[in-house]
């Protein structure tokens, strides 16, 4: 058999293999489906709620808001409490089912009650507009310190704007800081950022502009395209850092990627 005989024929074999090794994949695939479906039928509120999340995002399904609304429903009967805060979500905006922001309050209620914090920040959230419930501003900050002592890294952050703008709370920089710091040290993108802010203007701490691109940075690998925005301005004006235009231009457009019109604009400044 000449060389040629046998190399021609390796990639109709990696083809052929790639072919199978993918129909074996999507069989599986298809199969996990099948067996959550039956265990989920069978009682198992976590593979109902696992199920909904992936019709609610169209991972691995075609996206289907019903059927997602269907299983957070059974899950969250199955006093699943993550299922239940979903599907207050859905009645909230009115996805999936028709909207109802009264019975969206009655689920954030149920899974706070039951001790998801997320449940908790969302419940807050209706008291503090208003919304399907009598408002109550007392009532909202006390959920998201609930939240916040729970853990959960956003109640923190909304509970640090509160004191930092003082609405519905008297106005403390210092507790902002602390609360900001703490959704922070939770790897909350946005507890970063506005840490960072108080860095950077001296508000409830001595003011650090090395902290603050610090700050800024850590928020900007986490996600957040203000931070990556601000990183860059401080980056171009030297301050807290050594001047350096091409890292501004690197992070502006980082923001710009983050879908930040303001990054866009600077980027295209610095790229001309």
Same mark, same amino acid.
């Given at each position: 058999m000449s060389l040629c !005989?046998? !190399?021609c024929r390796l990639p109709l074999i990696a083809s052929m293999l790639f072919l199978v090794l993918t129909f074996t994949a999507q069989d599986a695939h298809?199969?996990?489906?099948? =067996? &959550?479906?039956?265990?989920?039928?069978?009682?198992?509120?976590?593979?109902?709620f696992a199920l909904g999340v992936m019709y609610d995002k169209g991972e691995g399904v075609r996206q289907d808001k019903v059927k997602a609304a269907e299983l957070y429903t059974k899950a969250c009967h199955g006093d699943y409490l993550p299922a239940c805060n979903n599907l207050g979500l859905m009645y909230?905006?009115?996805?999936?089912? &028709?909207? =109802?922001?009264v019975k969206a309050?009655?689920? +954030?209620?149920?899974?706070?009650?039951?001790?998801?914090? =997320?449940?908790c920040t969302n419940l807050?959230?209706?008291?503090?507009?208003?919304?399907?419930?009598? %408002?109550? @501003?007392? @009532?909202?900050?006390? %959920?998201?310190?609930?939240?916040?002592?729970?853990? +959960?890294a956003p109640g923190c952050h909304i509970l640090g704007f509160m004191y930092q703008k003082g609405e519905d709370v008297r106005l403390d920089n210092f507790?902002?800081?602390?609360?900001?710091? @703490?959704?922070?040290?939770?790897? +909350?993108? &946005?507890?970063?950022a506005q840490l960072g802010f108080m860095y950077a203007n001296g508000k409830g701490v001595r003011q650090d502009k090395f902290k603050a691109v610090e700050l800024y940075t850590?928020?900007?690998?986490?996600?957040?395209?203000?931070?990556?925005?601000y990183t860059g301005i401080m980056y171009e004006k030297g301050e807290g850092v050594r001047q350096n235009t091409s890292r501004a231009k690197e %992070?502006?457009? @980082?923001?710009? =990627?983050?879908?930040?019109?303001?990054?866009?604009?600077?980027?295209?400044?610095?790229?001309?």
């Open positions: !005989a046998t !190399a298809a199969q996990t489906i099948q =067996d &959550r479906q039956k265990r989920c039928d069978g009682g198992d509120a976590v593979e109902c909230e905006d009115g996805n999936g089912v &028709r909207q =109802d922001k309050v009655e689920l +954030y209620t149920k899974a706070c009650n039951g001790g998801d914090m =997320d449940g807050g959230f209706m008291y503090e507009k208003g919304d399907g419930v009598r %408002l109550d @501003k007392v @009532k909202a900050v006390e %959920l998201y310190t609930k939240a916040c002592d729970g853990g +959960y507790k902002a800081v602390e609360l900001y710091t @703490k959704s922070c040290n939770a790897g +909350y993108a &946005r507890g970063c850590k928020a900007c690998n986490l996600g957040d395209a203000g931070s990556c925005f %992070l502006y457009g @980082k923001a710009c =990627d983050l879908r930040l019109e303001e990054g866009c604009k600077a980027f295209a400044r610095l790229n001309r």
